[in-house]
Structures are given as C-alpha cells and as structure tokens.
C-alpha cells in the first residue's frame, strides 16, 4: 500500500515540475510557502532541511533571507533536478524519504515541510523522522492545506493522486506530541493551510 502511494506521488510530482512554477496555482503555492518561511528567525549559521523541497523556491527564498547551511530532499528525481538547477553549490539536494531522511540526527536548527504532508503515507514516522535530524531545541515548521469541510478534502483525496490524508489541528499536535516535540504555535496561514510549529525538546 504505502509503496504503491509512494509510486504515484513520484510520477504525479515528476510531471508536475515541468510546470510547478508557472501554472494556474503557483502564485498561491509561492507566497504559503514564503508567509511560512517567513516564520523562521534569521540565525547566522543554522542548518536549514527543506523536506519536499520541490523545485527549490522555498530555499532560494530563504537562501535571499541570508541563509547559507540549505539542504533539501524529494521523492521527485524532476523536482530534484529543477532544485539542483536552481540552487547549483547554495544549497545541499538529495533525492530521498522522508521516512529515510539521509543526515544524521541532531544536524539541524529548522525543519520545514510544506504543502507536501497529506501526501506521506506513514505521518507517524515522518513526523519521528523529521525530530531526529533536528539539533535539541530544533524547530520544525509543518504546514499543510485544511479546507474546513470534509466534503472538499473527500473530494480533494480523490482528484490528486498519491494523496494520503489531510489531518486536522487536533491530529497534528498529537502527531508532535507522540514525537517528542513541544507544540509551540499553531495557526491558519493563507486561509486554506494549518501551520504547526513544534520544539525538540531532547533526543
């Protein structure tokens, strides 16, 4: 099952990087992303992860914040490639799981992952994943689309494929809970994303 949906997200997203910068919904895409990011306190020095990096304008963005230390990974062999062209030596770019994140534990200052989480078969262990690459008192900022009705996401699931879960408030904290993290804020960004926003805590 998980492997099946893993194949699916991988083609879906390979033929989306040809026009995931510039279709009918990129400008919305772009600027969720950058309110997000826009979170993150500029730190001299700290380690950045992008989980689901896609084509890479998440880290160019903080990349133009003053960010140096920028890794990214994705399922996507596409979106890896426009990540790698457009960041070329400013930032790090694995082709990689978030299930099998490939750094070591206790690298990282901030984790961000978003719009990419309804797509990861196992959130459990992504979540797991995610807090054992951050140094102690790490942050990871998660943000995911929320419609308000279950109707929307029922039909949403069925349109996009490789499309797990959309999880509410409630379903995000105790995934961070569960973890290990301190749930430190979460809100609504850009009306349609929940952004939830958790501490490490110890490892």
Request: glycine share 6%; net charge positive.
């Amino acid at each position: 099952m998980a492997d099946d949906i893993i194949e699916k997200n991988i083609r879906f997203f390979n033929f989306w990087a040809k026009t995931y910068d510039y279709g009918p919904i990129a400008w919305w895409l772009r600027g969720m992303q950058n309110a997000v990011l826009n979170q993150i306190k500029f730190s001299p020095g700290a380690k950045v992860l992008d989980i689901g990096c896609g084509t890479g304008r998440g880290l160019f963005f903080l990349l133009k914040k003053g960010f140096k230390n920028l890794f990214g990974i994705d399922l996507s062999p596409a979106m890896v490639q426009k990540s790698k062209n457009l960041l070329g030596k400013n930032a790090v770019i694995k082709l990689a799981s978030v299930e099998k994140i490939p750094f070591a534990r206790n690298t990282f200052d901030f984790v961000t992952n978003t719009e990419a989480f309804h797509h990861f078969p196992n959130p459990k262990n992504a979540v797991k994943e995610m807090y054992h690459v951050l140094k102690p008192n790490g942050r990871l900022y998660l943000a995911d689309v929320n419609f308000f009705s279950q109707t929307i996401h029922w039909l949403f699931k069925k349109l996009e494929p490789g499309h797990v879960k959309i999880c509410s408030k409630k379903e995000f904290v105790d995934l961070f809970s569960q973890a290990g993290f301190k749930v430190i804020e979460q809100k609504r960004v850009y009306l349609f994303v929940i952004l939830t926003v958790g501490e490490k805590l110890f490892e």
